[in-house]
């Protein structure tokens, strides 16, 4: 019997990986898209045929709830929010309003129209914020430094008292930096990436970045969803942290993706005070023995390979494009 999979966030990142993966698994995908003027899908260009889009918005409770009982899911993946920590600064209310409210609302669609299917949130490495520990687990506690971080731990919570208030199958994967060639040109990998190519074919003459002493567990988002429905498969609900378990600064990415074109960094990258945080998160670094054993999940694409995977395709877009 086919398995139905609803996937909020479809056309980012993450939800065209996620896509593809269950696709392969010989699931029916349904994406959830806001109704729109126009249409961004270009991360999901390839599989619009494969798929099913349904227009709900995660601001109205009841599109979302229609959608469920209308799919009929078994697994709903609930990725959309508003994810880039620097917005959440210039639009808290909002970000609140996606990130954290947002999860009540599919919830509360999940536990009205289907409260059988299984359940996953898209927790994150920024709820640790201010860490306590180092490496990150799922016992470290939480401290937020950002409006985003902070909506995120709300959507942690309410997705476990939902799991322990109506018995429902609901986890929540903290997933740690997560990039690939598909990763928004906003976020600082994909603007180094892009910055590189730019400058390697005489587009662009310097890149300008905030802390290049930031230090994250950076990993590849194809394999990141995979960890997404392993737990989904699992015999009972449980949360757990996704990452590598190392560690890497801006600056060692800026010299990795700079160094796959034969640049020195140094030549070209420009510190700017306008892009550093209010609140700055200066390591994150995960534990991801749990989600290793019980998942028997471990990435398979290494720090370097990302980053010349995301050089490459940045260089091969510009060279399409001319």
């Keep these: 019997m086919t398995k139905t999979a609803l996937i909020t966030g479809i056309t980012g990142q993450d939800g065209s990986y996620l896509a593809e993966l269950l696709l392969d ?58 994810s880039f920590v620097q917005t959440s600064w ?9 990130t954290a409210l947002g999860v009540t609302r599919m919830l509360e669609a999940l536990r009205k129209a289907a ?21 990150q687990r799922e016992s470290t506690p939480f401290y937020p430094r950002s409006p985003y971080g902070v909506a995120k731990v709300y959507g942690h919570w309410i997705t476990v008292n939902y799991r322990e208030s109506f018995d429902l199958f609901a986890v929540s994967g903290i997933l740690f930096n997560h990039e690939s060639p598909r990763r928004g ?3 600082v990998t994909r603007k180094i990436s892009d910055g590189v ?13 905030g802390n290049l002493d930031a230090r994250r567990d950076w990993g590849f988002a194809g394999d990141y969803v995979e960890a997404m ?11 757990f942290v996704i990452g590598t378990g190392d560690t890497y600064s801006v ?18 990258v420009v510190q700017d005070e306008r892009f550093f945080r209010p609140a700055e998160v200066d390591l994150l670094v995960a534990d991801p023995a749990k989600a290793k054993t019980v998942l028997e999940w471990t990435p398979r694409v290494g720090f370097r390979q990302l980053v010349e995977m995301m050089v490459e395709a940045d260089l091969a877009r510009y060279h399409r494009h001319a």
């Design 251 to 268: 600056r060692e990415f800026c010299d990795a993706a700079f160094g796959a074109v034969g640049l020195d960094y140094r030549e070209f």
């Design 25 to 82: 698994k010989g699931y029916r995908v349904v994406g959830v898209v806001r109704r729109s003027s126009t249409t961004p899908y270009e991360r999901i260009a390839h599989l619009v045929d494969r798929i099913e889009l349904v227009s709900a918005d995660l601001l109205d409770q009841t599109s979302l709830t229609d959608v469920v009982q209308s799919t009929a899911p078994d697994e709903i993946y609930n990725l959309a929010a508003q």
């Design 185 to 187: 040109l906003e976020f």
């Design 115 to 135: 409260p059988r299917a299984r359940f996953y949130q898209a927790s994150s490495s920024e709820q640790f914020g201010k860490v306590v520990e180092t490496p």
């Design 197 to 209: 190519a730019r400058i390697k074919l005489g587009l662009q003459r310097e890149l300008r970045l």
């Design 229 to 239: 429905w392993r737990m989904l498969q699992l015999e009972s609900p449980d949360d």
């Design 90 to 98: 210039n639009q808290p209310v909002l970000t609140g309003e996606f």
